[in-house]
């Protein structure tokens, strides 16, 4: 352990000879990039330093970046993606004798009666894939993404299943996906975030537990972007505090934490001070990124978005995008709107306009631009709905034996439909997938063995997928 000390005591002190010796302080890298950005130097701005500075996975991954569409609520699998001709000749009826044995149920009596899909399905693309009738732009897409309809988690309630699904624990304070991402790659982009939010709809049940760093160092959690206003809160300097005085302040506060950073060499403060140049510099770049006016008329009526200006989850799908063409390694979507115990009909088809169209646009737009060979999409929700009724005759509850998920990119296989549930949509009848193996899945993608990805804590080696997971071969190219 003092070996350990000594050696990132040794590390930091180089560092600090280099930044402060050789002419390449904090004020100085500032001051480069904001020459870049005024044509006085024409090299690609440097990637980040420190703890963000981009890192080499296990082995060559497929995938070096990821946009997750987190569609929180649960979406019912047999209104969307897996179609029931059984359960639509059951309608009203009880269900079978032993399929309810065991079964816990989040609200509803168990024994409520069966509800028939309220849309209908058909095969899209070259690759047959069926879905729903209120699917018509990702049918448009069916050969460029890989359904897994044998979804399995542990949860019941949204915020343990928000949590298990993003976290891979149930129990709040693991980091996130996103950030085991950023630990493991580190970021590009000089100017934004390496993990960034954006929210439509409502906040999600969880909340920041999504996307936070957990255990892991604050500088590899999400930065949410606000739909109006400054991007960031406070990112805008007050009134009468212009960049000048900005800088010279930031310079000064850096000189003092340096100070503090000679004395102690701790890590955390090293973090601090590049955190408060990342703000500075992401003062210039965010507005500009939010700015979709730079977007022509074709990829506006593409994505869908009506109005630049106003929040929906079309904008925020093309800001994802243009997130990525930015260098940002990892974006998360939250849209919670899908939790329909009762007014199924109307409202599961009011999602579907909303979400439907962006969600299908993203692939097509990042496949167009030969982005999506290197890319990963996931679209998934935290659980499934049940095949008995609930709310009178016209909803679902919550239901965690099977679900639905998406993903497309590189690695995987295009126009696959993987695992099968039974006739009722009640369990998994071949090819289970939990979500420890899917967080496992994707780890692959990026590069990582996920037994081997972890970090000490409290005593012990933990990992996304804590001690279990097996990587699912069979929808990887």
């Known amino acids: ?22 002419g390449v302080g904090l004020a100085g890298i500032a001051l480069h990039s904001l020459l870049s950005r005024d044509g006085a130097a024409v090299e ?3 990637a980040p330093a420190g703890p963000l500075a981009p890192k080499t996975p296990h082995f060559p991954g497929r995938v070096k970046r990821v946009i997750y569409i987190f569609q929180a609520g649960a979406p019912s699998h047999l209104e969307l993606f897996d179609h029931k001709p059984e359960l639509t000749k059951r309608d009203g009826q009880l269900p079978p004798k032993g399929l309810l044995e065991n079964y816990r149920a989040a609200f509803i009596n168990p024994n409520s009666s069966l509800l028939g899909p309220k849309y209908k399905f058909a095969p899209q693309g070259e690759c047959g894939m069926e879905l729903s009738e209120i699917l018509p732009h990702t049918a448009e897409i069916a050969d460029d993404i890989c359904l897994i309809r044998s979804m399995q988690t542990d949860a ?27 630990y493991g790659l580190g970021s590009e982009s000089q100017d934004l975030p ?55 302040s930031l310079d000064t506060l850096n000189q003092l934490n340096q100070l503090t950073l000679d004395e102690i060499a701790d890590p955390a403060t090293a973090a601090r001070i590049q955190s408060y140049e990342s703000a ?38 093309l800001l994802a995008r243009r997130l990525l063409d930015r260098d940002v390694r990892f974006v998360q979507l939250f849209h919670e709107a899908w939790d329909q115990h009762g ?12 979400t439907d169209q962006p969600a299908a646009a993203l692939v097509k737009d990042l496949k167009q631009r030969g982005m999506l060979d290197d890319t990963l999409i996931v679209w998934a929700g935290e659980f499934g709905r049940t095949p008995m009724v609930q709310g009178g005759n016209d909803g679902r509850d919550h239901h965690n034996r ?18 099968v549930t039974d006739d009722l949509g009640f369990n998994v009848a071949e090819n289970p997938v939990h979500v420890h193996d899917l967080n496992a899945t994707l780890l692959h993608l990026l590069g990582f063995d996920h037994e081997r990805l972890t970090h000490r804590f409290q ?19």
Request: aromatic share 10%; charged share 15%; proline share 6%.
């Open 402 to 419: 099977c679900f639905s998920v998406w993903l497309a990119g590189g690695g995987v296989k295009p126009g696959l439909t993987y695992g």
């Open 194 to 248: 390496g993990y960034v939010v954006l929210t439509s709809a409502k906040g999600t049940s969880a909340g920041a537990s999504n996307y936070g760093s957990g255990f892991l160092p604050t500088v590899y959690g999400a930065v949410p972007f606000r739909s109006t206003g400054d991007p960031v809160l406070y990112l805008s300097n007050p009134t009468g505090y212009d960049d000048q005085a900005a800088r010279a």
């Open 156 to 182: 019941v309630n949204h915020a343990p299943a928000q949590i298990f699904m993003n976290t891979g624990s149930q129990q709040f304070g693991r980091p996130s996906f996103g950030a085991w991402t950023l």
């Open 1 to 22: 352990m003092h070996h350990e000390i000594h050696q990132a005591r040794a590390a930091l002190l180089q560092r600090r000879w280099f930044l402060r010796d050789c």
């Open 459 to 477: 005593g012990r080696d933990f990992r996304l997928t804590d001690v279990h997971g097996h990587v699912v071969k069979d929808i990887l190219t």
């Open 44 to 46: 690609k701005p440097a």
């Open 280 to 317: 500075y510099r992401l003062q210039a770049s965010a507005p500009e990124l939010m700015d979709l006016s730079q977007e022509p008329q074709h990829i506006l009526d593409m994505y869908g978005v009506k109005n630049p200006q106003e929040s929906s989850f079309a904008r925020n799908c």
């Open 343 to 354: 007014n199924l009909t109307k409202t599961i088809k009011k999602n579907c306009v909303d």
